[in-house]
């Protein structure tokens, strides 16, 4: 199997999933997501922090709901391997065995577990690698510089994974990083140094999110840009690790914010406004567009058409993302002018596309080109 050039960290909701599906096959064959399940009901969450009493208690439609959306990763999946992170759906284990293991053991899916989770979740994970023959990922938060703590608590889980061997992937989630003054890049040299040499490990992925997780009320029509720090911290890593005998594979959080997985599924309606979004070699190119009013479409199509216009617009033929914009930018009428979810999506797929024709070049990766719009 080859390796993976990108892990895009998603949420397992339908304008990620119908991304994915949509990149051109070649892109595909080099992405490998981590997806993460949303949960299906009640308040926001936080990656790596549980409510202090379990949330959803209906654990019947909580199982429903679960095989539903994993079947939805798996069709999407077509075959390819990837994660998948039930986190915030693993506060009762028959739901998640039932729901979500018992789904995974015939799939390309590989269970994730980490540091502060229930032992059975960590014992359920191995077992199920070591049934599928899959492996499975350890995902770990680093939200400040890592110490010889979080040195013990892998070892710990790697301990209870037990033999015999079984592929292990390590995932290094440093999260929002949003500041020019983040540290990110510090925390995550000084993870691979700790955790590097305590596995051999399969996949070594270090992932951030740059992509604003909200914006100004007053946001200007002209597009705004927002730094891709996440790009900056790869950049980085890589310089600092080159020559060091452990890969390590560059990830993000795609087109869309770090809690893209944290909002309910039937969390209900949003705000009065989306953003339609292009990524630009450093930046992401932001319009915030009205979801309602008499001419919505009017002006949806008039902000694509910014979009469509930007030096960095890559044209129609790179991708579905971008022949997306192209037409809504140049349509007629309200039909084809979308909604957030839409525009998600279509952001999603020109910046997987787009990642993935960048990581491809760099020295090491290039065995000819990638075709455009295959």
Not at 123 to 145: D, F
Not at 243 to 272: E, F, K, N
Request: glycine share 10%; aromatic share 8%; with cysteine.
């Amino acid at each position: 199997m080859v390796e993976p050039l990108y892990v895009p960290v998603l949420p397992v909701k339908r304008n990620a999933l119908g991304a994915y599906a949509a990149l051109a096959p070649s892109v595909r064959a080099r992405t490998m997501p981590l997806w993460t399940l949303a949960p299906r009901t009640g308040p926001p969450r936080s990656l790596g922090h549980r409510p202090e009493a379990p949330v959803d208690r209906d654990t019947t439609a909580l199982t429903h709901w679960l095989r539903v959306r994993v079947s939805e990763v798996i069709k999407a999946q077509q075959a390819t391997p990837a994660w998948l992170d039930a986190f915030h759906v693993e506060h009762e284990r028959r739901p998640v065995t039932t729901g979500v293991w018992e789904l995974l053991a015939d799939s390309p899916l590989r269970p994730v577990t980490g540091v502060g989770r229930a032992e059975w979740q960590t014992t359920a994970c191995a077992e199920l690698a070591r049934a599928s023959g899959n492996g499975l990922g350890i995902r770990v938060l680093l939200n400040g510089l890592p110490d010889e703590r979080r040195t013990d608590a892998v070892q710990g889980l790697l301990d209870r994974i037990g033999s015999p061997p079984v592929a292990v992937d390590l995932l290094l989630d440093l999260g929002a990083v949003t500041d020019e003054h983040h540290s990110a890049d510090k925390w995550a040299l000084r993870a691979l140094d700790l955790l590097g040499p305590l596995y051999r490990w399969r996949t070594v992925a270090v992932m951030a999110g740059a992509f604003p997780g909200s914006l100004p009320e007053f946001f200007p029509a002209a597009p705004e840009e927002a730094h891709r720090f996440d790009w900056d911290i790869w950049h980085m890593v890589r310089h600092v690790w080159s020559g060091h005998p452990l890969p390590v594979t560059y990830g993000d959080y795609g087109a869309h914010h770090t809690g893209g997985a944290d909002q309910p599924s039937d969390s209900g309606g949003g705000p009065p406004w989306g953003v339609l979004r292009y990524t630009a070699e450093r930046t992401f190119l932001l319009v915030k567009t009205p979801t309602a009013g008499e001419d919505r479409s009017v002006i949806v199509r008039s902000h694509a058409r910014q979009l469509v216009g930007a030096h960095d617009f890559r044209g129609p033929a790179f991708s579905a993302g971008e022949r997306w914009l192209r037409d809504c930018a140049y349509g007629e009428g309200g039909s084809g002018s979308g909604n957030p979810a839409t525009w998600i999506w279509a952001g999603h797929i020109q910046h997987m596309t787009y990642v993935v024709h960048t990581l491809h070049a760099f020295p090491g990766h290039a065995v000819g080109a990638l075709p455009v719009g295959d």
